[in-house]
């Protein structure tokens, strides 16, 4: 490791980066690439115990959608062991025994397609436990993830079974006996315990609500091992005492990393990846290599998969390694755009295509600038002195509260782009564009050595070098402190629900067991006076509905089929905004609210004019997303971030798309402003807003569009999501809400829909319909219209678990 590549670990548990939140830290890992079949192997001299064995390491994954081996892997031809991913993947395991016939192949219905940040895997081997799931046990991230699928046989490994891990045949990591299944990402912090069957708390803990690393302190047995991967001249190397180790085999010193659990780097991103008529791109060296698969010569850009900060300067590097030596584009793309959108005629280069919102930066080899063009067309004058030739290294360095792009060519700086209108909060994301099939290029963002000292002040793109967030586990506030979900069974009668965390101001409960109402109710209106949502009324008569704000929750009442119906399943979401209202005088007329600006979470009781007025909302900023009601009106539902305009809104008791009107004539940070309206402002009514402000790391209101595929748009939220909500806008369609809780893995597709009572499902109809929860954001998986129509627009909230500095992978 370069002093610089420490400095800047220091400097960034400097900085606030949060580099005290890892009472342990993890320095290496090793960086497997399947196109250089990597991997390690070792034969051991003695047998060790056959029947009781722990694995336990943290996985950062590559390509996805192929077979990969993670475990020691063995086999005699008669007998074997693996763990591994699938096509599809599922973690399973396939355990053949005796005589070759004996055979179990399990696998998870979980799906692991989270390539931005780490799984800590443990799997447990003990074939002495009486019951026969306990056998063999998975965990990810400290929590037991179930084998439920057979692929072949059944039953379970018989008790007392030996099986072939431990003996003196050769064991492979990161790859089969027959030379295949090769491992595509990174490990790291790899421990084998020889003898003993120990849970995931040996080797990670739980902190704030990340499963975080810890060291193993306890013996190894026989051949048990530890991997640090600190030594780049020897990867294999066994530091637990018991010198056992593995043999490399296309590795090399440069895949030694630092990019770890506790400080995870910038990669391109394949889950936001260019496909269909420009050609596709394809990945490899740990996602850290571009090149062109397919397609005619155009320009074709990939993202990667940390959008930068909204503060701070970072630096990064690309090499053009081969085809033509003008032919890459590297700078920033907002995180927003669409890379599949554009079609073969419309060229997607950074800084360059409106079409795909890039108000940004660009610097070209053949020595051309893109910035801020509104006319598809390069910035006049824009010619820069020095062409770069194939190998040398570009560095780009990008002040975020400057707004300058820096642009360096082998440690020279050739210029500094500062374009008309930018503005740090929108989310850029780093970018690289190619034009031929030739074209291959690298890009580095500190996680190995970088070819020149980078300007100083400027960080490595990393998770320790981002800035602290406001909310999250190591602020003074976590995430389900003013957000959490919790599920519920009716009993027919009064029933104390527990574990909110707080006591809520903005309850929202839906029976998902059975068809019925929504029940919202508020702090700001007196129990158990409440709204029912496809419904238009305000309801006071419901008695046995909500009865109390209780200190870590609320009552349900004795019976109801809104809350409490007997035998009955319930999901309530819970908002903490500033409890019991005060009166707010920051508009024409006084309002009464309840507002949490941390969390950017408000709720509003104002009484209609019948004439243009304005409002207090008291979130200190802008309203970024807001539901506006009184009972008998619409449920009107302002996007005001996604639409970027006071005028679109829908409406959430139906399937409508955007409908259009001059109500709303201001939303600033201090009030909203109404014309006269039915459903917002007429005299002798009283209306409630739920208002809600972006904060960085905890929320994210937005648009996408839809791309009709199964690889669907991948959303950046900037957080590890635990409710999501969307809505088709540019046509009819359902609403939709899914959380955490109730989609405890991936594929996430248990969905409850605000337009309808209907219960709770995967998609009305019966058609697959879902996303994968990321550590950083949200990936469609399911091509209907509902929610990925092709060219189709959509809006979308969401609240965070945990924000992605501190996310593990999901």
Known sequence: MSNFTKLMQQAASGVGGGGDFYPYTIENSARFNDNDSAYLYRTPSTAGNRKTWTWSGWVKRGNLDTYQSIVPYTESGAEWFGLFWDANNSLVYDVCWTTGTNRIIKQTPALFRDTSSWYHITLVVDTTQAVGDDRIKLYVNGSQVLFTTYVTGSGSVPQNQNLYTNTTTVHYIGRRVSSDRYLDGYLSEVNFIDGQALDPTSFGENKNGVWIPKAYSGSYGTNGFYLDFADSSALGNDVSGNNNDFTSSGLAANDQMIDTPTNSFATF????????????????????????????????????????????????????????????????????????????????????????????????????????????????????????????????????????????????????????????????????????????????????????????????????????????????????????????????????????????????????????????????????????????????????????????????????????????????????????????????????????????????????????????????????????????????????????????????????????????????????????????????????????????????????????????????????????????????????????????????????FPNSTSAESDYPGGSSLGMDFLSNGVKLRGYQTEQNGSGTSYIYIAFAENPFKYSNAR
């Open 269 to 752: 991103n394949p889950l936001k990846i260019t496909t269909g008529s420009l050609g596709a791109f394809v990945l490899s060296d740990g996602n850290k290599t571009l090149s062109r698969g397919s397609g005619n010569p155009q320009w074709v850009q990939q993202p990667t998969s940390m959008v930068l900060p909204s503060t701070g300067a970072y630096y990064w590097e690309y090499v053009h390694d081969a085809g033509t030596a003008k032919y890459a584009d590297v700078g920033l793309t907002k995180a927003a755009a669409d890379i599949n959108m554009p079609s073969a005629t419309n060229q997607q280069i950074p800084g360059y295509n409106t079409e795909l919102q890039n108000r940004g930066f660009g610097y070209r080899l053949d020595t051309r600038a893109t910035m801020d063009s509104t006319s598809g067309s390069y910035v006049a004058g824009s010619t820069l002195p020095t062409t770069p030739a194939l190998g040398d290294v570009i560095g780009i360095a990008m002040d975020m509260d400057a707004g300058t792009m820096k642009v360096y060519i082998e440690g020279v700086l050739e210029t500094t782009f500062t374009p008309n209108t930018f503005d740090p909060a929108e989310g850029w994301v780093p970018t690289v564009a190619h034009y031929t099939t030739s074209d291959v290029g690298t890009i580095n963002f500190g996680q190995e050595d970088f070819g020149f000292t980078p300007p100083a002040g400027y960080l490595a793109l990393s998770t320790a070098n981002f800035p602290e967030p406001t909310i999250g586990p190591n602020s003074a506030t976590l995430s389900d402190e003013h957000f959490n979900t919790v599920l519920y069974t009716g009993t027919g009668s009064s029933q104390s629900i527990t574990g909110v965390g707080f006591q809520p101001d903005f309850l929202w409960i839906k029976r998902r067991s059975a068809a019925e109402y929504h029940w919202i109710v508020d702090v700001l209106r007196t129990l158990p006076t409440g709204f029912y949502p496809p419904a238009l009324p305000e309801r006071s008569d419901l008695t046995d509905a909500v009865t109390s704000f209780d200190s870590d929750g609320f009552t349900a009442g004795s019976g109801s089929g809104y809350t409490g119906g007997s035998g009955s399943t319930y999901v309530a979401w819970n908002w903490k905004a500033g409890g019991s209202g005060v009166s707010n005088t920051d508009g024409s007329i006084t309002s009464t609210v309840s507002a949490n600006q941390d969390a950017g979470i408000s709720i509003v009781r104002y009484a209609g004019t019948g004439a243009s007025m304005t409002f207090g909302h008291g979130l200190g900023q802008p309203v970024d997303f807001m539901i506006v009601h009184r009972g008998g009106d619409n449920w009107i539902v302002y996007p005001f971030s996604a639409t970027g305009n006071l005028t679109n809104f829908l409406q959430m008791e139906n399937t409508s798309a955007y409908l259009s009107d001059s109500v709303c004539h201001t939303n600033n940070s201090t009030v909203i402003g109404f014309n006269a309206s039915g459903a917002r402002n007429t005299s002798g009514f009283n209306y409630m807003a739920y208002c809600f402000a972006e904060v960085e790391g905890f929320s994210s209101f937005g648009s996408y569009t839809g791309n009709g595929s199964a690889d669907g748009p991948m959303i950046y939220t900037g957080f590890r999501p635990a409710w999501f909500m969307l809505k088709k806008s540019s046509g009819t369609g359902w609403w939709y809400i899914f959380d955490s809780e109730r989609n405890t893995y991936n594929l996430t597709g248990k969905a409850v």
